[in-house]
């Protein structure tokens, strides 16, 4: 079975980096067109994509809110997806999920496809992540 863990949470000051990784355990059954995605959940706020990768296709995908911020790769031979968090704000403040999830093959589906909960079938515990002002 699939599992998904977290680690690299902590707190940080304004404008400081943070990294983040997921484990993913049985990494291999995740080979074949899956989505590799990170949430964040602030309270107050519904849990929202940030960023994902295709594996098949190795895209990747940002939400706005990150987008020239933080940068998400995989590596260890796709065993653990990263999460590296620059100039962080306190509006990044919330709990940090890794997620795992079959995405289309379609690259214009995937566009919509990746940051939408319903796909990803698989996740991990969180990490918290403060960000002090």
């Known amino acids: 079975q699939v599992h998904l863990v977290e680690y690299g949470g902590g707190a940080v000051q304004a404008g400081e980096s943070l990294g983040l990784s997921c484990r993913i355990d049985e990494y291999t059954y995740l080979y074949n067109g899956y989505c590799m995605g990170w949430f964040r959940q602030t309270s107050g706020k519904e849990r929202q994509g940030i960023a994902a990768?295709?594996?098949?296709?190795?895209?990747?995908y940002y939400d706005d809110s990150v987008k020239g911020r933080f940068t998400v790769s995989l590596g260890d031979g796709r065993s653990t997806l990263y999460l590296q968090m620059n100039r962080l704000k306190p509006e990044d403040t919330g709990m940090y999920y890794c997620?795992?999830?079959?995405?289309?093959?379609?690259?214009?589906?995937?566009?919509?496809?990746?940051?939408?909960?319903?796909?990803?079938?698989?996740w991990g515990q969180g990490t918290q992540v403060t960000v002090g002002s």
């Open positions: 997620a795992a999830g079959k995405c289309s093959g379609n690259s214009i589906a995937r566009q919509r496809q990746w940051r939408q909960e319903e796909i990803y079938t698989y």
């Open positions: 990768i295709y594996h098949g296709g190795v895209n990747s």
